[in-house]
């Protein structure tokens, strides 16, 4: 506090008048009771419902609502078809983010440190460009990519199969990419990487950068390579990052279902690529089933709250909150 | 490569600098061909016939002519969904960042009871899936007799980016210093008008980068617009598009269908590419929490 103010500044810094003014009074009903109102109404809200819809036989049309305990939920487990998409959310949510991060962060790497041994640490040159690359997928909404990628793939007109065919390939004449029981999930966890590899890698360059220069010198003049770097340096001091995309992008592997909609809207071939999501949506919506569809909402939520508690807890026992960090 | 690494301070490249520099630019570059690729095919199918799109995958177009870009416009109704597309995520945006900013500076400014527990609910709101809520969100909206109109497509975008908007507009404000605010209370400025001459302004870098990351996940958004908004004369573009595309089995005009992608990806990225350089400076502030 500077010694000018002191005049008018009696009271502890900080703190405003305690008297309700109709201003004040005004003012905070606006701010924080309209967002809050809207917020309540269509978010906090139906999460509730859902919880109690989930455990009732409702049907949406006629007016009861029997209350029916737990069946929904041994409806379920006991559903194959139900168990078969879940199975598919939970290969999705073991590879995707891992893939995607890995393949991200290499890219990021390459981009900002991996440059030439000597002189001042920098990126192989061009890094501009391909940073401004990679992000475009980020910006096609995630129903193109889908659609884009269904064409790509198309057994007789796609790009793929003609490049295959072009190369002498003749057993990919009108190969089903996405219609086969083999191929079309991990052609579904390479779509929807390309969509998010540029994000991340810009986000990791960002990160990447916001490490001294310095300490990358330090690691140089001890010997350390690149990829030694790597991973005693850039991963440890970014891992707070690494777990946020981590998170981000498990969410969306449990959800995957623009992307799966659009590939393959009847849960692919022997519903190989069947969501957990696609299938809530076609009994909600399609079936009119809401408890049981609520039911789903229930298990995927809470899918998503462990897999979120699996990779803060992973974080913690590696190490994430006792390494070095850059005050 | 390590003997390389020892010599002294070398004026031109070693040799392991050489070959891993080969070796990271082919990379590089293969991922840009990877995402640049399947872009580049999408625009030049555009502009075939559909007997074009039969014949190769590779021919460049006889001519290229704007027909399929017409017919998709007009025909597919392209041109309607994407003005529904503009009107709601624009009004989505106005308002989600006027509230958003609102709920999150008192948020951060002010304290009063239940302060942290509204913001624990927004983060909550942040990690549950929207499938979760969303059989629940379809009566609330048939009880408020909004299912199936833009506003009520609106009012639910609005709530939907809260979370996001009030969670990273809070850690900003939280940065902003408090004297200016106090020098305003000083001067005489009400609360209203402090955050609205003074605190929103100040605000701007963060609400542009905001503004940014919610106009595109709002641009994308599939799921809430597919469950909420099933009138067709409704559509916005992302559902739009998936009808024409699963229609397009049927009628087969993919060339108005790869039109119809075009139009809906070129104006975005045409954006980007002017204002990229901003854009990848808001992404680096949405990693600095």
Avoid at chain 1, 297 to 307: K, R
Wanted: aromatic share 14%; net charge positive; charged share 10%.
């Amino acid at each position: 506090m500077k010694a000018s103010t002191a005049v008018v500044d009696a009271g502890p810094p900080r703190r405003r008048t305690r008297r309700l003014t109709f201003d004040k009074a005004s003012f905070m009903l606006v701010f924080l009771g309209l967002p809050l109102a809207i917020y309540t109404m269509l978010v906090v809200s139906p999460f509730i419902q859902a919880i109690y819809y989930s455990m009732t036989s409702w049907n949406g049309f006629n007016k009861n609502m029997a209350f029916v305990g737990i069946r929904n939920y041994k409806k379920l487990f006991a559903n194959e078809t139900f168990m078969k998409a879940m199975g598919n959310n939970i290969e999705l949510v073991v590879i995707l983010p891992l893939v995607t991060i890995i393949l991200a962060l290499v890219l990021a790497s390459l981009v900002t440190v991996a440059g030439a041994s000597h002189g001042q640490t920098r990126g192989i040159g061009g890094a501009g460009f391909y940073r401004v690359v990679s992000f475009f997928p980020y910006t096609i909404p995630a129903i193109v990519i889908g659609i884009m990628w269904q064409q790509i793939f198309d057994p007789s007109n796609g790009l793929v199969n003609g490049v295959l065919t072009a190369l002498g390939l003749d057993r990919f004449d009108s190969f089903a990419w996405l219609g086969n029981e083999v191929t079309a999930m991990p052609v579904s966890i390479f779509v929807i990487m390309w969509g998010f590899v540029g994000f991340y890698m810009v986000l990791f360059v960002a990160a990447i950068k916001g490490i001294p220069a310095e300490i990358y010198e330090a690691a140089r003049i001890d010997g350390a390579g690149r990829f030694r770097t790597a991973v005693s340096i850039t991963i440890p001091l970014i891992r707070d990052n690494v777990q946020t995309a981590y998170i981000y992008m498990g969410i969306l592997a449990l959800d995957a279902f623009v992307y799966m909609q659009a590939m393959n809207p009847g849960g692919g071939p022997a519903n190989s690529t069947l969501t957990m999501s696609q299938y809530l949506y076609t009994t909600a919506f399609s079936k009119g089933q809401f408890g049981l569809a609520c039911a789903m909402g229930v298990v995927l939520g809470a899918l998503t709250m462990i897999f979120s508690g699996i990779v803060f807890m992973v974080n913690r026992l590696t190490g994430g909150r006792d390494e070095v960090t850059m005050a | 490569m390590n003997n390389a690494e020892h010599s002294s301070r070398p004026t031109r490249s070693t040799t392991g600098d050489t070959s891993f520099a080969v070796v990271s630019h082919a990379l590089l570059a293969l991922w840009a061909f990877l995402v640049i690729a399947p872009m580049l095919w999408t625009l030049l199918t555009s502009f075939k016939t559909t007997s074009e799109i039969f014949a190769s995958p590779f021919k460049l177009p006889a001519n290229f002519n704007f027909a399929n870009y017409a017919s998709a416009w007009q025909t597919a109704h392209i041109g309607t969904y994407f003005q529904n597309s503009v009107i709601v995520v624009f009004s989505a945006l106005f308002f989600v960042m006027l509230l958003g900013a609102m709920c999150a500076y008192v948020l951060a400014r002010f304290e009063f009871r239940g302060n942290r527990i509204i913001y624990y609910a927004m983060l909550a709101g942040l990690t549950f899936p929207i499938f979760l809520a969303i059989v629940p969100l379809f009566f609330v909206l048939k009880q408020i007799n909004l299912l199936n109109t833009l506003p009520g497509l609106i009012l639910t975008y609005v709530a939907f980016a809260l979370p996001f908007t009030v969670f990273f507009l809070y850690s900003f404000f939280r940065t902003l210093p408090y004297e200016i605010s106090e020098a305003a209370a000083i001067d005489g400025a009400g609360e209203w008008r402090t955050f609205f001459s003074i605190m929103l302004p100040m605000a701007r870098p963060g609400l542009a980068s905001v503004a940014i990351f919610n106009f595109l996940g709002l641009w994308n958004q599939y799921l809430i617009p597919v469950a909420l908004n099933t009138k067709e004369p409704n559509y916005v573009l992302s559902q739009g598009l998936a009808r024409f595309a699963s229609q397009a089995g049927y009628a087969v005009d993919f060339g108005a269908l790869f039109a119809a992608v075009v139009i809906t990806v070129a104006p975005v990225l045409v954006v980007y590419v002017i204002f990229q350089r901003q854009l990848q400076g808001s992404v680096s502030q949405g990693t600095m929490k």
